[in-house]
C-alpha cells in the first residue's frame, strides 16, 4: 500500500473516529457491531439502480459500424452515459475528460477489442490454414 492510499484511509477512519468520539472504543465497536447485524437482516433488492443501465445493445451496434457512424451515434449519449457505458465495457475513463475523449476512447476500445481477437486466433488459423 502507498503512503496516499493510506492517507485515503486514515481519512474515512478519522470520519468514524470523530462521529464516536463522545464513546469508549467498546461502545463505538458494539455500536458498529449492531448495524453490521442489522443491515445483514434487510432484504436485498434486486432492482437495478437507474445507473446501472444496461448498454449492452448499443455497444453491440457500435460495433458494426465504422469510426464515423460510431462517433455521431455516441454523440446523442451523455457524458455520464458514456461513463458508464465504458464501466460496463471494462473501460476505465476519467470524469474529467471531454465528451469528445470518452467517445475517442470507446471507438478506439471496440476496434482493438476486435484486432485482440484476430491477434488470439490467428496461431489457430495458421493451423487450420495448413491442413488444407
Known amino acids: 500500500m502507498n503512503v496516499k492510499t493510506l492517507i485515503h484511509v486514515l481519512e474515512k477512519a478519522l470520519v468514524i473516529l470523530k462521529h464516536y468520539e463522545h464513546c469508549t472504543v467498546d461502545e463505538m465497536l458494539n455500536d458498529i457491531s449492531v448495524k453490521i447485524l442489522s443491515d445483514q437482516n434487510k432484504p436485498i433488492k434486486n432492482k437495478k439502480a437507474p445507473n446501472d443501465a444496461d448498454y449492452s ?76
Not at 57 to 86: C, W
Request: aromatic share 6%; net charge positive; hydrophobic share 35%.
Open 57 to 132: 445493445n448499443a455497444i453491440k451496434k457500435m460495433k458494426d459500424m465504422n469510426k464515423a457512424e460510431a462517433s455521431q451515434f455516441l454523440s446523442s449519449f451523455k457524458k455520464e452515459e458514456l461513463l458508464r457505458m465504458g464501466t460496463q465495457m471494462n473501460i476505465k475513463l476519467q470524469k474529467k475528460d471531454t465528451k469528445k475523449i470518452l467517445i475517442e476512447s470507446i471507438i478506439t476500445h471496440c476496434s482493438f477489442a476486435e484486432l485482440y481477437a484476430q491477434m488470439a486466433n490467428r496461431k489457430h488459423q495458421k493451423q487450420m490454414s495448413e491442413q488444407t
